[in-house]
């Protein structure tokens, strides 16, 4: 019994310094890892450009052909990064911000769902939100799940539709824009 004993302790043994061995890293699979990390930063950061782009109804910026070497990499990061940060200044940006904050301001929380049918901080029904939010509706749920930027960027598609300001008659009036 203890010379079994004895031999599964070689056993594992042999087999962690062969698997110490597989492990010690060697300059290319170095490379490939940091190669990895910079692809997988610049898939996340289209991915979050382009989810601003659709929210704002911006065409996609368009991808860039794969680049070989590192340095090339590095560099389609960079404007990557670029899109990305341009994307989300412009998205909390709308045209009609202050005018949002106002009507909000009358109509309640962002999180607001009083069971009236209405939701969201600007108070959207369910046909206004499957009009102009149908792909967040669809996603997300109704408008008090939704994000204020969100909320207002659907907004702003009903009032660059020809709506204007009319779906919130009442309160556009007290913001002076009705």
Known sequence: MRRLHLAFIA???????????LTIPDEGSA????????????VRLKH????WQHLMRRPRTRVH???ATHRTRLRLLRRWRLHATQALRQAHH???????????????SWAANT???????????????????????RRKGTADRWTPLEQMWVAERAHQSGRG???????????GVL
């Open 165 to 175: 300001f009319s779906p919130w008659p009442s309160t556009a009036r007290s913001c």
């Open 65 to 67: 052909l794969p680049a």
């Open 31 to 42: 490379r490939i890892a940091r190669d990895r990390a910079v692809l997988k930063k610049i």
């Open 48 to 51: 979050v450009t382009w989810r």
């Open 115 to 137: 069971g009236n049918g209405y939701y969201g901080g600007l108070q959207m029904d369910w046909s206004f939100q499957r009009a102009y939010g149908l792909d967040l509706l």
């Open 94 to 108: 709308p045209p009609h911000l202050s005018s949002w904050l106002c009507i909000h301001r009358f109509e309640g």
């Open 11 to 21: 056993f594992v043994s042999v087999c962690a310094l062969g698997l110490a061995l």
